[in-house]
Every structure is written in structure tokens, then in C-alpha cells.
T-cell receptor, first 114, second 111 residues
Framework: ETGVTQSPTHLIKTRGQQVTLRCSSQ?????VSWYQQALGQGPQFIFQ???????GRGNFPPRFSGLQFPNYSSELNVNALELDDSALYLC?????????????FGNGTRLTVT | GDSVTQMEGPVTLSEEAFLTINCTYT??????LFWYVQYPGEGLQLLLK???ADDKGSNKGFEATYRKETTSFHLEKGSVQVSDSAVYFC??????????WGAGTKLIIKP
């Protein structure tokens, strides 16, 4: 069973640029969630995708967008990067929606914006 | 809105010491409660959970009891090991079934 994999592991971008982060969900999982974890903080929910549709969003501006593909892999896109976007971005997949469906996390992508 | 408050770290203990990491929450309704662990360089892993009042979650020697009257979900372990060194996160699910996280507590176990 392959776990959740994220790429790249580290990334450095300049303010104003755009970035795409990728996530391959665990086999058999149709739900993907993205989180932003600033240094020394807990994760903040960005959004969730279920069967290619966004079905939940946290308090993030529209320049944070995403996609889920037919194979349930996912992308997180961030436009017009700001210094405060520097964080660890975590992807989590689960076999279904709902609070009792366990989340499986990837190791994250460390984004640094300079 | 819903929130989770954890004790600040780092918490530094000697091997075989007793561990308590405090977690309290504010929520409307009756959330499920979780503890996640993040080992150095790794992603988050579910450690244990409890879905209703008075439930006790347990795993790998760790325990936490869902206390509705005190809105708490404190993590305990009777005898910690160096390998338990990690960051521990308390979390709850809100009314939309999304996770609300505490800020995390770093645990350092010295041999």
C-alpha cells in the first residue's frame, strides 16, 4: 500500500510568483485535504476535494486554489505569493468524507517565499 | 468559533517519567477529539481519538479521555521513551467535519 506522497519536498520562490504543489493520495482514497502549517503552529485547513469537487474551504483567499484529478491526486496552486505564505503545506487523504474517516498525511512541502 | 488550546512546550522529561500534555477545547455541539503526533521530518500521524463523552482513546501506551464537563482531552503516558520525542497536536472536528488544531506541544525525552 503506497502512502501519501507530496512533491517537491522543498521549494524557494520569490514574492509575487506562483507555485504548484502536488499530492498523490493513498490508494483507494477519494478525499484529499490541504493544510498550511506555519512554523511553531498547528495546521490550518485550506480546502478539501471529494471526487474532483471542492467541498469545504477554510479562511484562505482565492489566490489559493486547487484541483483533484480522476486518479484522486491533487494540486495546490498559490498565486501572487506573499512572504507570509512561507510554511509547510500538508496534504492528507482519506477513504471517505466525514469525521470518522481517518486522515493519512504526507510529509509535506516546505515553501519558502523570499 | 471552535478552538483548541494546548499547553506550551517544550516539555522536557527523563526516560520512564510520567507524561501529561494538557488540551482543552471550545466547541459548539459534540466534536470528536484527536491527538496527532509529528516525528522529526515526518508527516502527521493519528495517535488516538475519542468520539463521545467519557470515551477513552489509547494507542502505543498513550491514553486520553474525552471529558465533556471540563472540555478537556489530556494526553497521558505512564512511562515515556526517547522514541516518544515529537510534536503532539490536539484537534477536534467542527460542525463541517473539518479539523481544528491546537498549536502543538514539543516533547523532548532525555535518556
Amino acid at each position: 500500500e503506497t502512502g501519501v506522497t507530496q512533491s517537491p519536498t522543498h521549494l524557494i520562490k520569490t514574492r509575487g510568483q506562483q507555485v504548484t504543489l502536488r499530492c498523490s493520495s493513498q490508494s483507494g482514497h477519494n478525499t484529499v485535504s490541504w493544510y498550511q502549517q506555519a512554523l511553531g503552529q498547528g495546521p490550518q485547513f485550506i480546502f478539501q476535494y471529494y471526487r474532483e469537487e471542492e467541498n469545504g474551504r477554510g479562511n484562505f483567499p482565492p489566490r489559493f486554489s486547487g484541483l483533484q484529478f480522476p486518479n484522486y491526486s491533487s494540486e495546490l496552486n498559490v498565486n501572487a505569493l506573499e512572504l507570509d505564505d512561507s510554511a509547510l503545506y500538508l496534504c492528507a487523504s482519506s477513504p471517505a468524507q466525514g469525521e470518522n474517516s481517518p486522515l493519512h498525511f504526507g510529509n509535506g512541502t516546505r515553501l519558502t517565499v523570499t | 468559533g471552535d478552538s483548541v488550546t494546548q499547553m506550551e512546550g517544550p516539555v522536557t522529561l527523563s526516560e520512564e517519567a510520567f507524561l501529561t500534555i494538557n488540551c482543552t477545547y471550545t466547541a459548539t455541539g459534540y466534536p470528536s477529539l484527536f491527538w496527532y503526533v509529528q516525528y522529526p521530518g515526518e508527516g502527521l500521524q493519528l495517535l488516538l481519538k475519542a468520539t463521545k463523552a467519557d470515551d477513552k482513546g489509547s494507542n502505543k501506551g498513550f491514553e486520553a479521555t474525552y471529558r465533556k464537563e471540563t472540555t478537556s482531552f489530556h494526553l497521558e503516558k505512564g512511562s515515556v521513551q526517547v522514541s516518544d520525542s515529537a510534536v503532539y497536536f490536539c484537534a477536534l472536528t467542527d460542525s463541517n467535519y473539518q479539523l481544528i488544531w491546537g498549536a502543538g506541544t514539543k516533547l523532548i525525552i532525555k535518556p
